[in-house]
């Protein structure tokens, strides 16, 4: 009788002694000047808007993608969510290639994947793996991101210079709708417990600092150009199951003092060097936390474990932030 082959997947996970062992959370904030930070497919491709409100908004998923990119152009590592040869491809060729390029021999599929696939142990993702639902939550989540200011849409015209058609020599007119000023904040958080399940590290996060940070300048295009990083904070916790919350509700849109117009309105801003971001609740915040302390396994430890915090030169900021960096 044959004997019967053991699943390759049943094989014990290497769990990296670098695995993320505790919560974060992090605000992200970047600005759009005279661009399209994210259009909507559904409305002529013009920036994601909340009509009622004057609130722009861009997708978690386009966020992801400036990472995902920038982890694969800059850094040279694979990705799941990719293209091959600049097209599309199937999650399974995508899969066939990877096991090609990096020899892959037989052994854990599971482990294999996540050990080769940084997106994947960063945001999940859904794969057809033998004896395995291959359905893996992210340990990173991310918001949709919303203009903590009032935008305008400015619905410019554009010509081009190529025929429309065969008979149409004359070129074509098109919209070319961008907004004014756009502060766009978002928030994230990084859970422990989901880091068990894609082997997440702490080299990840140090990449993901890195890519978040550099990533929206280094792969403007056309539509895109205009935008710039100006704040990011990630707190890491002693804690695996601690969550602050939503850290947006801590900072606000304020235009710099001495340059309020009582006639105009917050619409009409353009430039990053007629606001200021009211952070004087996050401070509060910070402080509170940071002279929380808990107990874990009998041992009594400060509730932050570390900030990592990075200031564009050009943002005003009220409230002082820096003295709770650890």
Excluded at 76 to 88: E, F, L, P, S
Excluded at 150 to 160: A, E, L, M, P
Excluded at 166 to 172: E, F, L, R, T
Excluded at 184 to 203: P, Q, R, S, V
Aim: glycine letters at 6%; a neutral charge; one cysteine or more.
């Amino acid at each position: 009788m044959a004997k019967k082959k053991e699943a390759k997947n049943s094989e014990p996970m290497i769990i990296p002694e670098n695995l993320v062992k505790t919560n974060h959370e992090f605000l992200f904030i970047y600005d759009a000047k005279d661009c399209n930070p994210n259009g909507d497919p559904n409305n002529e491709n013009k920036p994601r808007m909340d009509e009622d409100r004057e609130i722009n908004f861009v997708s978690d998923v386009r966020l992801k993608r400036y990472i995902r990119d920038y982890l694969q152009q800059f850094k040279g590592k694979d990705i799941y969510v990719t293209k091959i040869d600049g097209k599309a491809s199937m999650p399974k060729k995508i899969l066939d290639n990877l096991k090609q390029r990096s020899k892959y021999d037989g052994n854990n599929e599971i482990q294999f994947y996540l050990n080769n696939l940084i997106d994947v142990r960063m945001f999940g993702a859904t794969m057809a793996i033998e004896g395995s639902s291959g359905s893996f939550t992210g340990p990173i989540q991310i918001s949709w991101g919303y203009s903590l200011n009032k935008v305008k849409i400015n619905d410019n015209g554009i010509t081009t210079h190529f025929a429309s058609t065969d008979k149409n020599d004359q070129g074509s007119m098109g919209r070319d709708p961008r907004v004014n000023y756009s502060l766009i904040a978002f928030y994230g958080n990084i859970i422990a417990k989901k880091c068990d399940h894609t082997l997440l590290t702490e080299d990840d996060i140090a990449l993901f600092d890195e890519a978040i940070i550099k990533s929206i300048p280094l792969l403007s295009t056309r539509s895109k150009i205009g935008q710039c990083p100006r704040l990011y904070i990630r707190i890491e916790y002693n804690d695996p199951e601690y969550l602050n919350g939503d850290l947006r509700r801590l900072v606000h849109f304020n235009q710099k003092e001495g340059l309020e117009d009582k006639t105009a309105k917050i619409d009409t801003i353009v430039n990053i060097s007629e606001i200021t971001l009211d952070a004087q609740q996050l401070e509060k915040k910070l402080g509170v936390m940071k002279n929380t302390t808990l107990t874990i396994d009998n041992d009594e430890k400060p509730l932050i474990k570390h900030i990592e915090y990075w200031q564009h030169e050009d943002l005003k900021i009220k409230g002082d932030l820096s003295k709770w960096i650890m």
